[in-house]
C-alpha cells in the first residue's frame, strides 16, 4: 500500500475517535526515535489559538536526517507555519472543527518549507501534541505524532515520547 493511502487510512482511523475542537496552546521540543531506527529526530513547536482558532500562531521545527524513505536526500528538514491549532475534546460545539486526533490532544496543522537544499519545496503536515504529565514536569511527559501531507516530505509519519506542555488559555 503506498504510504499516502496509510496516511489516509491513520488520519481517517483517528479522525473516528476524536471529536471537537477549541482553543488551545502547546509547546515542547525534544527528540524522538528516528523513523530510520537507532538515531533520533529532533522536534520544536509552540502552537496558540487562545485568541480564536481563526488567529491561531506559531512555528513547528523539525529534523529526522535519517528518515527511511529520504535516507538518499540527508532526510527531513523542515520548519513550519502553524495555520490552525486546537484542543481535541468531546465536548459537542458544532461550530468548532472536528479533530484528526484523539481525544485529549492539541491538533497542529502548519505550512512547512523544507530547510534540506536535497530535497526543496513546500507542503502541509499535521501534528497530534499530546501533555501526559501535568504540564510543568521536566523529562518526556508527552507523544508527539506527524503526519506529512503533501510537498517533499509526503508520507512522513512519524511517533514518539518528548516534551509536551499543554497550557490553559489565560494563563
Known amino acids: ?3 499516502y493511502f496509510k496516511l489516509l487510512v491513520a488520519l481517517s482511523t483517528v479522525s473516528v475517535l476524536a471529536a471537537c ?24 513547536f509552540d502552537a496558540n489559538s487562545c485568541d480564536g482558532i481563526d488567529n491561531s500562531n506559531g512555528q513547528v521545527i523539525m529534523k529526522d536526517k535519517h528518515a527511511i524513505d529520504w535516507e538518499d536526500v540527508s532526510g527531513i528538514q523542515l520548519e513550519g507555519t ?3 491549532t486546537y484542543f481535541c475534546s ?17 491538533e497542529i496543522n502548519f505550512s ?12 502541509t503536515a499535521i501534528a497530534c501534541m499530546g501533555d501526559t504529565g501535568n504540564g ?23 511517533v514518539g515520547a518528548t516534551n509536551v506542555t499543554q497550557h490553559g488559555c489565560g494563563i
Open 136 to 158: 510543568n514536569e521536566k523529562g518526556l511527559n508527552g507523544i508527539a505524532e506527524v503526519f506529512v501531507i503533501s510537498g517533499p516530505y509526503t508520507g512522513y509519519h512519524n
Open 21 to 44: 475542537g477549541g482553543p488551545g496552546h502547546v509547546s515542547g521540543e525534544g527528540n524522538i526515535h528516528s523513523l530510520g531506527g537507532f538515531e533520533t529526530a529532533t522536534l520544536k
Open 90 to 106: 468531546d465536548s459537542l460545539d458544532f461550530d468548532a472543527p472536528l479533530c484528526s486526533c484523539n481525544t485529549g490532544y492539541q
Open 1 to 3: 500500500m503506498p504510504n
Open 82 to 84: 502553524v495555520d490552525s
Open 112 to 123: 512547512y518549507v523544507s530547510t534540506n537544499d536535497q530535497a526543496p519545496g513546500e507542503g
